[in-house]
């Protein structure tokens, strides 16, 4: 009979009892994670899986749209999955083709590391040195003054970090606050105009999902009259390897925070829209 482990979701998820031998991984920041720790474990990973660079695996397209046909080729014992990464069906398509998925959820930065070490201790791989320098990178709480931030994820329509995000909390531990926090979405599609009400001290733009970047983003809030952070989209959203750098880069991206340039862009709201 073999073993079986619960993953974030509570899915009971079959492992086979020689352990698992090959890997295929439908999440960048989780394929980052194995190939740091075990390469020969990795068979395949999506098209976005970019870290580390000279990985050298086959590839099965999208996060939201792997070739499950593919996937299922390669015989994995165990797919790498994630809730809002993936797609139900997706997953549900390869578990019934008898291949076992182990689904990650992590909304939070502890959840995340909780989440890596279950993970890796499934695959048979302990704690690695980098999930240990993520730890106690993260372990002593910001004591400095908080801002209120808007932070879009994607641009036509803006969408921003909404209500309990991995990323949201990764910003709450650096004295970001969100201004979505409390949105009833995780990812909601927001009216700049409607934002400046909410009261914002800062806006944080990534550069992933949406490239933004200082000739794309930063202009449309000219006229808000707050400083707006570029930042490292991999070090806010993935939970890897990542992590152990992320809290000393984040921490100098957000201290350089500028005032966007003066011009204002076509989707931007008008200065009549910022709430006195
Ligand atoms: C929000 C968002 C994010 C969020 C995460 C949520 C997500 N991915 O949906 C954040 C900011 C964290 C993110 C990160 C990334 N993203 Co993203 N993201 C988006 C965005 C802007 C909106 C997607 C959306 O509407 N999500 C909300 C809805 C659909 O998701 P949801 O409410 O969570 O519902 C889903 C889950 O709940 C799930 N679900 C429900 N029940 C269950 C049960 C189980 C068991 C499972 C598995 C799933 C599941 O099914 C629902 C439908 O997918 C799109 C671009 C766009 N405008 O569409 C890109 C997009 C999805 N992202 C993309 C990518 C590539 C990434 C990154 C790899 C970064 C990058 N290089 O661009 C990272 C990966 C991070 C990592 N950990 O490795 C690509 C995917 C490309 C593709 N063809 O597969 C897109 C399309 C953008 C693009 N470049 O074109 N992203």
Known sequence: MSPTSEDDLGTPVPLPATGVRRVVSLVPSLTESVAE???QLLVGATDWCTHPADLDVER???TKNPDVQRVLA???DLVLANEEENRDADIAAIRA???AVWVTAPRT???GLASLARMLSVLGLGRPPWLAAARSAWASPYAGPRRRALVPIWRRPWMALGRDTFAGDVLARLGVDNVYADDESRYPKVELDAVLVLGVDLVVLPDEPYAFSAHDGPEAFA???????CVSGRHLTWYGPSLAEARQLLESQLAAAEMPPAELASDSPTPAGRVP
Do not use: N
Request: hydrophobic share 45%.
């Open 37 to 39: 720790t075990a390469p």
């Open 60 to 62: 099965v397209r999208g």
């Open 74 to 76: 390669l015989r994995p």
């Open 97 to 99: 083709a008898g291949i």
């Open 109 to 111: 930065l502890d959840e």
């Open 223 to 229: 006229g808000w009259e707050v400083p707006v952070a």
